[in-house]
C-alpha cells in the first residue's frame, strides 16, 4: 500500500522535526496498520528528551494518557456481552457505584457564587462512555477548578478520592462534556468482575492481543526506558519538564490488588506501537487479526462506532478557554467553520466530514494530553498513530505534521 519511496518521504518528514537544531519535536513514534494487523508505516525518530543521546525507538514508554480510554471502554463492553455490565441501567450503575446515588451538580449563580443542587437523572454507563454523564476535568472547566479551590483536584492521579469523589459539571444526559466519566466506568469494571483495572486489562486484552507494553501499573524496567517529559513555550521552543502522571512511577514496587485504583480515563503507560493492535482490532470486527482472539463481537464493534450524541454534537470550533494553559491549549486549535461538529461513539470520536487529510465520515479517533494522536478508519481498514510527549495538549508542531502525514498517506490511497 506504501511504495518505498513515500515510506522514504515519510520518515524524512519526521526526521526534519527531531533533527534539526535545536529540535521542534524531541522524539516522535508514527505508525499506520491495516486491517490484518500489518505495520505498512513505522518510524522512531528523534531521541527519548531534549537533549538525551538515547534513540527513540518503539521499546520507549510513553505516558499514553487518554489512550487509555479505548482500552477502558472496550473492557465495558466485553462485560457488557458477560451480562456483568449494561448500558442502560441505572440500579446496576448504582448498585456497584454507589457513590453516585447522590452526587451533585455544580452551579454558578449569576453573581458568581458556586453552589451543589442535586442532580435530576441517575447515570448509565452509556452516558459515562460517551461523556454525557456530566464528570469533567479541572483543566478544562473553570467552574469545577474555582469549586475545588484552595485545595485543588488532580486530574492525572492514582488517588481515588481525587478522581472519583468530584461533583457533576452538568446535569447527566444534557451535554457532552470530557472528562473523569471513564474513569468511573473503569471502577465499574474492577468491581464488576471483581478485578483490578490491571488485572482485568492483562487478562482479558492484553495477553488475547500478544501485547506486553502497555499497562497501568509500569514496572521498574519500563521505567528505565521512560521518555522524557517536554514543555512548549509560547514562542515555540521546547524545555524538559516533570512528568505529569507521576504516582505509578513512584509506586512501582506496590503489589496489584483488586481494591487499588487504577485511572481507566488516563492511566497506561506503555509502547505505542503495540497500540496499533487495538486499532485493529476495531478495523477487524472485533476479531484480533494476529493471534485469532476474539475480543469483541462485530454488532458491538458497530456499536462503539456508532453516534451516541446524535441530539447533542460536539461543535469542534467553539471557542473554548483552558483552566490550565500548561495542560492544554485553548480550542479550536485551527480555526474551522462554527456549524462544524463531530459525534462520539463509546469511548472516542467520531468524524461528521471528510478530513482535509483524506479521513472518510466515521472515522472513529482520539488521543491524549501529550499529544498523542489514534484513528481507526474502517472504510478503508487503515489506522495509525503519532505519539509525542509534549504539552500542553493541542500541539500544532505535532498537529500538523500529522496531517502531512496522513494527507500523503490518503493520496496513495486514492491514486489506487
Known amino acids: 500500500m506504501i511504495s518505498a519511496d513515500l515510506a522514504a518521504n515519510l520518515r524524512q518528514q519526521i526526521d526534519v522535526h527531531t533533527g534539526s537544531s535545536p529540535p521542534s519535536i524531541a522524539g516522535c513514534l508514527y505508525a499506520i496498520v491495516n486491517r490484518n494487523g500489518q505495520l505498512v508505516f513505522s518510524h522512531a525518530s528523534g531521541t527519548r528528551g531534549l537533549g538525551s543521546a538515547e534513540p527513540m525507538t518503539f521499546d520507549t514508554i510513553f505516558w499514553m494518557a487518554s489512550f487509555t ?76 477548578r474555582d469549586w475545588a479551590r ?11 478520592l481525587d478522581i472519583l ?24 469494571v474492577a468491581r464488576a468482575s471483581d478485578m483490578s483495572l490491571e488485572a482485568y ?18 514496572t521498574e524496567r519500563m521505567i528505565s526506558q521512560l521518555a522524557y517529559m517536554h514543555q512548549r513555550d509560547p514562542d515555540g521552543s521546547l524545555s524538559l519538564t516533570d512528568h505529569l502522571f507521576r504516582d505509578p512511577l513512584l509506586s512501582f514496587d506496590v503489589p496489584d490488588s483488586k481494591n487499588r485504583f487504577y485511572s481507566g480515563g488516563a492511566g497506561c503507560f506503555g509502547k505505542p506501537i503495540q497500540y496499533t493492535k487495538i486499532i485493529a482490532v476495531l478495523l477487524n470486527d472485533g476479531l484480533c487479526p494476529e493471534t485469532g482472539a476474539r475480543v469483541l463481537q462485530p454488532e458491538t464493534i458497530k456499536e462503539m462506532f456508532t453516534d451516541q450524541i446524535s441530539g ?47 479521513r472518510p ?19 478503508h481498514g487503515l489506522g495509525g498513530i503519532i505519539a509525542s510527549q509534549v504539552l500542553p495538549y493541542g500541539d500544532k508542531t505535532i498537529l500538523k505534521l500529522s496531517e502531512e502525514l496522513e494527507t500523503q498517506i490518503y493520496a496513495s490511497i486514492d491514486s489506487h
Open 150 to 160: 484552595p485545595v485543588g483536584l488532580s486530574d492525572f492521579t492514582d488517588k481515588e
Open 69 to 144: 480510554k479505548l482500552i477502558t471502554g472496550i473492557a465495558c463492553m466485553q462485560c457488557v456481552e458477560r451480562g456483568l455490565l449494561a448500558l442502560d441501567s441505572t440500579d446496576l450503575v448504582e448498585q456497584l457505584a454507589p457513590e453516585l446515588k447522590d452526587v451533585q451538580v455544580i452551579q454558578r449563580s449569576g453573581s458568581g457564587d458556586l453552589k451543589l443542587v442535586p442532580k435530576q437523572r441517575k447515570i448509565t454507563l452509556r452516558m459515562l462512555l460517551n461523556h454525557t454523564a456530566g464528570f469533567g476535568y479541572v483543566f478544562e472547566d473553570v467552574n469545577l
Open 201 to 218: 486489562f492483562q487478562k482479558n486484552i492484553f495477553e488475547p492481543l500478544s501485547i506486553d507494553g502497555i499497562t497501568l501499573a509500569p
Open 312 to 358: 447533542k454534537p460536539i461543535y469542534i470550533n467553539k471557542p473554548v478557554p483552558t483552566a490550565n494553559p500548561l495542560l492544554a491549549n485553548p480550542t479550536p486549535i485551527f480555526p474551522g467553520p462554527l456549524e462544524a461538529t463531530s459525534g462520539w461513539g463509546l469511548t472516542f470520536a467520531l468524524s461528521h466530514d471528510r478530513a482535509p487529510s483524506g
Open 361 to 379: 465520515v466515521g472515522t472513529g479517533s482520539w488521543e491524549g494530553l501529550a499529544n498523542l494522536f489514534w484513528f481507526a478508519d474502517r472504510e
Open 165 to 188: 469523589l468530584r461533583p457533576l459539571c452538568n446535569q447527566p444526559d444534557t451535554t457532552f462534556q470530557y472528562g473523569t466519566n471513564i474513569d468511573w466506568a473503569g471502577m465499574l
